[in-house]
């Protein structure tokens, strides 16, 4: 079955980087978009980003253009999310999730906690 | 960009229906025709429940429908069960290779 398995808890002080992984199995991974998502504590959900499986071509939301950078390696079916310049603000649980275009995003990564804490 | 305007709560009582809308802008909702809807339990990660305004994923149930007038999107639950509290967002495509969520709807079951 199609899945997305993300990599675990990470723990980051304010100014640090963090390097987020989703692997994906199950389909073509090359045939995909995928998208990064955050959800701040008790906060809806902001869209990061994506990036074109393919081709490697990237896009990122406004609010993250210069922080984010989104990579994949398609020999292991994976794509990786890094932030950096981190701040509290940054705590969030962090998701991938997949498109066929930019529409419908399924299915997403169990997500990934992201806390940071000096 | 703005965010969808979501209502923050709705609610309802077993076998009724409820609506959720999602106001967005000629540049996004009432433009493209990509408007989808996630339910996202606690604790858990969000699901696809609609996708181009009013398709549903197989396994989503019927009770769950969508729609579209203008610069708004809706979301109708009829038939409400108790497994269907949640949280509901939606999203749409905006132009420029951009994507933009709602602020989310607390459904609540009576």
């Known amino acids: 079955q199609v899945q997305l398995v993300q990599s675990g808890a990470e723990v980051e002080k304010p100014g640090a980087s963090v390097k987020v992984s989703c692997k994906a199995s199950g389909y073509t991974f090359n045939n995909y978009y995928m998208h990064?998502?955050?959800q701040?504590?008790?906060?809806?959900?902001?869209?990061?980003?994506?990036i074109n499986c393919?081709?490697?071509?990237?896009k990122y939301a406004q609010k993250f253009q210069g922080r984010v950078t989104t990579t994949r390696d398609t020999s292991i079916s994976t794509v990786y999310m890094q932030l950096s310049?981190?701040?509290?603000?940054?705590?969030?649980?962090?998701?991938?999730?997949?498109t066929q275009w930019l529409d419908a995003f399924d299915p997403w990564g169990q997500g990934t906690l992201v806390t940071v804490s000096s | 960009q703005s965010a969808l305007t979501q209502p923050p709560s709705a609610s309802g009582s077993p076998g009724q229906s409820v609506t959720i809308s999602c106001t967005g802008t000629s540049s996004d909702v009432g433009y493209y025709n990509y408007v989808s809807w996630y339910q996202q339990q606690s604790g858990k990660a969000p699901k696809l429940m609609i996708y181009e305004v009013t398709k549903r994923p197989s396994?989503?149930?019927d009770r769950f429908s969508g729609s579209k007038s203008g610069n708004t999107a809706s979301l109708t639950v009829s038939g409400l069960q108790a497994e269907d509290e949640a949280?509901?967002?939606?999203?749409s495509y905006a132009g420029?290779?951009?994507?933009?969520?709602?602020?989310?709807?607390?459904?609540t079951v009576l």
């Open chain 1, 54 to 58: 393919d081709t490697g071509a990237t």
């Open chain 1, 40 to 50: 701040a504590p008790g906060q809806g959900l902001e869209w990061m980003g994506w």
């Open chain 1, 85 to 98: 310049g981190l701040t509290l603000d940054d705590t969030a649980v962090y998701y991938c999730a997949r």
């Open chain 2, 87 to 91: 949280d509901f967002y939606c999203s």
């Open chain 1, 36 to 38: 990064w998502v955050r």
């Open chain 2, 59 to 61: 396994g989503v149930p």
């Open chain 2, 96 to 107: 420029d290779n951009n994507v933009i969520f709602g602020g989310g709807t607390k459904l």
